[in-house]
């Protein structure tokens, strides 16, 4: 997708009130929207409208959620597409199925169809990452381990909670930009859940107290940044 292009959404879900829900709010976000109330459709409908981020229903008849994803996935024209799935379905179980087949987020409906709208706006918009499918990945000095929530750094394992893993993870796949607390509660979790702003200040202190301060800095407007290098140690290596 060319920046001055209108970002195209395609949600499947056989839901028709979800769907019209869906659309209507992205459609006021400006993006445009298709919508696919029958999954057996969804692959033909998705060649042909092209989309840049595509949301999927878990439990929909043959073919489900999953099913679909893993069925995108296999085209190479989909290989780089946003597959986000919006799903009733809490259990861990069908998380780890969406990630392993290719899905790059897993929002639960219970948390609110803004914290999608917030999501598929960080990505299409703002260009930020948000993607969950790999099990492990490095970044600088840190290696990510979804499945286990684990971070280590240096060869040192780190004990996170979820939640200071999930800031950290994010602000990892976005080093470098600089990100306020209202932004990564949004872009996260949305604004239905219990968290607030102040909370997420806390998390963020509790991470930086653990990963170091020359990690993560905070900018005088108060947004926070995320260097995946000890600046330190590159300034050593570069006047070597």
């Known amino acids: 997708m060319k920046r001055n292009e209108v970002p195209k959404v395609l949600i499947v879900d056989d839901d028709q009130d979800i769907l019209d829900l869906l659309a209507y709010n992205l459609s006021k976000e400006d993006f445009r929207v298709k919508t696919v109330s029958d999954s057996k459709k969804a692959i033909k409908v998705g060649k042909r409208f092209e989309p840049d981020l595509i949301v999927l229903d878990l439990m929909m008849d043959h073919p489900n959620g999953i099913e679909l994803c893993r069925e995108f996935r296999s085209f190479r024209k989909f290989e780089k597409t946003w597959i986000f799935f919006l799903t009733a379905k809490s259990d861990v179980y069908f998380q780890h199925a969406a990630f392993e087949t290719g899905a790059d987020d897993y ?129 050593s290596a570069n006047n070597a």
């Open 107 to 235: 929002i639960e409906k219970i948390m609110g169809l803004r914290a999608l709208t917030y999501k598929i706006k960080a990505v299409l918009k703002e260009h930020l990452v948000i993607s969950k499918r790999l099990p492990e990945i490095t970044v600088g000095d840190f290696i990510f381990r979804r499945k286990s929530y684990l971070v280590i750094q240096g060869g040192h394992e780190l004990k996170l909670s979820k939640p200071e893993f999930e800031l950290l993870y994010f602000m990892a796949q976005n080093e470098n930009i600089a990100l306020s607390a209202d932004h990564l509660l949004y872009y996260l979790w949305g604004s239905e859940v219990y968290l607030t702003s102040s909370t997420i200040d806390n998390y963020l202190a509790l991470v930086k107290s653990k990963i170091g301060n020359e990690y993560l800095s905070q900018t005088l407007s108060g947004h926070y940044v995320f260097h995946s290098s000890s600046r330190a140690s590159s300034t």
